[in-house]
């Protein structure tokens, strides 16, 4: 892939978990685990190093081997059902809600016509951002995005960059003109395997990670990232290159 075209940004996609919504994913995960090893086991570092942005099966597997679990390949699935089930019962008790910074800055990218997608592995982000009632324009945070890939069944997840590579052909644009929007390292791993710039936004105290992963700019507060003439950098540099 060739490097992002950083002086010229024109969309932007989102991952869901993590970036766009506080979800109980990992509330659900770690009580998941129960019955395999102690779910305390499972910090929030680990969870952001070996489940977070990755499909469900991968992050199943990754988990319980790095926890060190017995057969943790042949009970992964059992797991990752379980955590399923979890996961859907938060979701439909409203155990979830939208990061006040990532609104302000889907809808500041829209005041400045850029392109949005949304694109997780989840086949639950759906459900939750049509949960999120915004304004009479747009019903639901679902609505705000012009293309959506979220839960699709691709052949390859996370540090892939397939999913991110779709959404910017139903975008129809070339990838190098778009940065990802991630809070995994995994999801900024195939940001930049796909061409993209990678804005990482460490809600977890994990800015080290992201910036290992390859983040071309991390923030802990997405109203601390700004496009100015196309370009994607932290606020206060970006207003002073403006005077």
């Not at 049509?130 to 009479?136: C, F, M, P, R, S």
Request: net charge negative; proline share 4%.
């Amino acid at each position: 892939m060739g490097r992002p075209d950083t002086s010229r940004i024109e969309a932007a996609i989102f991952d869901v978990d993590g970036v766009i919504l506080d979800s109980p994913h990992e509330q659900a995960w770690r009580e998941a685990l129960v019955g395999y090893t102690d779910p305390r086991r499972l910090t929030t570092e680990i969870y952001q190093e070996h489940v977070a942005g990755k499909p469900r099966m991968m992050g199943a597997t990754d988990l319980l081997e790095h926890l060190e679990v017995q057969d943790a390949s042949a009970r992964a699935a059992e797991y990752a059902e379980r955590k399923q089930q979890i996961v859907l019962e938060l979701i439909q008790s409203g155990h979830f809600t939208a990061y006040p910074d990532a609104l302000r800055f889907i809808h500041r990218l829209r005041g400045g016509k850029v392109r949005l997608a949304v694109a997780s592995s989840s086949r639950n982000a759906n459900i939750m951002l049509k949960q999120i009632k915004l304004d009479e324009r747009f019903h639901s945070l679902f609505e705000c995005f012009e293309v959506n890939v979220c839960g699709r069944d691709l052949r390859r997840g996370k540090p892939d960059p397939e999913i991110f590579l779709l959404a910017a052909d139903e975008l129809r644009i070339t990838p190098s003109v778009c940065f990802v929007v991630e809070d995994a390292p995994a999801g900024i791993q195939a940001a930049k395997a796909g061409g993209m710039t990678g804005l990482g936004v460490a809600r977890h105290h994990d800015a080290d990670l992201l910036s290992a992963a390859g983040a071309d700019l991390v923030v802990t507060s997405l109203d601390d990232a700004v496009l100015a003439a196309g370009r994607l950098c932290r606020r206060t540099p970006c207003a002073d290159a403006r005077r």
